[in-house]
């Protein structure tokens, strides 16, 4: 009859070593989580040599363990000597090659599955940090060209009028019709500026909505997001066009960079717009800027912004 204390004490050790590298190596503590996994390994092969057949099943739970604690291409050469030992192991135990063949199969394919699972979430998690590093500098890059646009826009233009403003103050005391025509210079200036201000804001707000779908359907299929767009006859008006195409490219951004949708649904008609999802909404969090410099400029054109967070994320904008 086997000895039933050194049986426990070797379940109770190999159970506590698995845990222990399970827990150390997810915690990133993955040195200590290697000394355990040695340990668990010593204590496995231990029980194996020693108690032989009813022991097999210790080493798939050993490669998992080491699926989870090692990283790189050594993972694969370990794999391989351990089977090879427990195909030893098992035939000086006298098992049959039918039990040798399923032992050292879950052996070997345990850690390997779960060494790529574990590295297919690493690969994931740093395609995300690069997908919003990418998002991050494309904001920061349009923000330095709108500065750049802005000064070659307005520099020129504030240059002359600080010139003709200087022109006025001087001509004023002595010659008042030609400080009277500086000063229509002046407004005619300004006048110029405002409206290339106007021009150049509204290419920054959108592209209109036409672009913006096409735009859409682009950006959701790169993100691997089926994309579903319905659009009823009709156009809309130049300024409502404008502000549906800026809402498109807000709630497309929006499903992109938070939703971690699989689908999504663009509907207009008329001037209502529906941007619907099946992510996993907002989570609580308050609407961000983009949203609601986008609510204030559908207020200011009579329009309504309605947002509800239930399975998945529905955008919906009406406008006069």
Same mark, same amino acid.
């Given at each position: 009859?086997?000895?039933? #204390? ?6 109770? %050790? ?6 222990? *590298? ?14 355990? #996994? =040695? ?15 009813? $022991?097999?099943?210790? %080493?798939? #739970?050993?490669?998992?363990? *080491? ?9 694969? &050469? #370990? ?11 098992? $035939?000086?135990?006298?098992?049959? $090659? ?9 052996? %070997? ?8 699972? &574990?590295?297919?979430? /690493? ?23 709108? /500065? ?9 233009? &504030? /240059? ?6 200087? !022109? ?14 500086? !000063? =229509? ?13 106007? %021009? ?10 036409? !672009?913006?779908?096409? /735009? ?29 195409? $800026? ?12 939703? =971690?949708?699989?689908? *999504? ?49 529905? &955008? ?5």
């Amino acid at each position: 009859m086997r000895p039933a #204390l050194p049986a426990a004490a070797g379940v109770v %050790a190999s159970a506590a070593l698995y845990v222990l *590298c399970i827990r150390l190596s997810f915690r990133g503590r993955r040195r200590v989580a290697t000394v355990a #996994l =040695a340990g668990l390994l010593a204590v496995a092969f231990l029980l194996l040599a020693r108690f032989a057949h009813n $022991w097999f099943y210790l %080493a798939p #739970l050993m490669t998992v363990a *080491c699926g989870v604690v090692l990283r790189g291409r050594f993972i694969y &050469l #370990l794999l391989t000597m351990l089977t090879l030992a427990l195909v030893v192991v098992m $035939w000086r135990a006298g098992a049959s $090659w039918e039990s040798i063949t399923q032992a050292t199969w879950g052996t %070997a394919t345990g850690g390997l599955v779960v060494s790529i699972v &574990l590295k297919l979430f /690493s690969v994931i998690a740093e395609l995300q940090e690069t997908r919003e590093e990418l998002a991050r500098v494309a904001v920061a890059e349009e923000r330095l060209r709108f /500065s750049r646009d802005l000064h070659d826009l307005l520099g020129h233009t &504030l /240059s002359v009028m600080v010139v003709k403003a200087e !022109a006025v103050r001087r001509l004023a005391p002595r010659d008042g019709e030609a400080a009277a025509r500086q !000063a =229509a210079d002046i407004e005619a200036v300004g006048r110029e500026a405002l409206t290339e201000v106007r %021009a150049a804001v509204t290419g920054y707000r959108g592209r209109g909505l036409a !672009a913006e779908l096409a /735009s859409a359907r682009t950006v959701l299929a790169d993100a691997d997001i089926a994309v579903t767009v319905t659009v009823t006859e009709g156009r809309p008006a130049p300024e409502a066009d404008a502000l549906l195409g $800026w809402a498109v490219r807000e709630g497309v951004t929006n499903v992109v960079r938070h939703s =971690a949708a699989r689908t *999504c649904e663009i509907t207009l008609e008329g001037t209502m717009l529906e941007i619907r999802d099946d992510g996993r909404g907002r989570g609580g969090r308050p609407l961000g800027n983009g949203l609601r410099g986008l609510t204030e400029r559908v207020v200011a054109l009579g329009g309504t912004l309605e947002t509800r967070d239930r399975d998945g994320f529905l &955008l919906r904008v009406t406008l006069p």
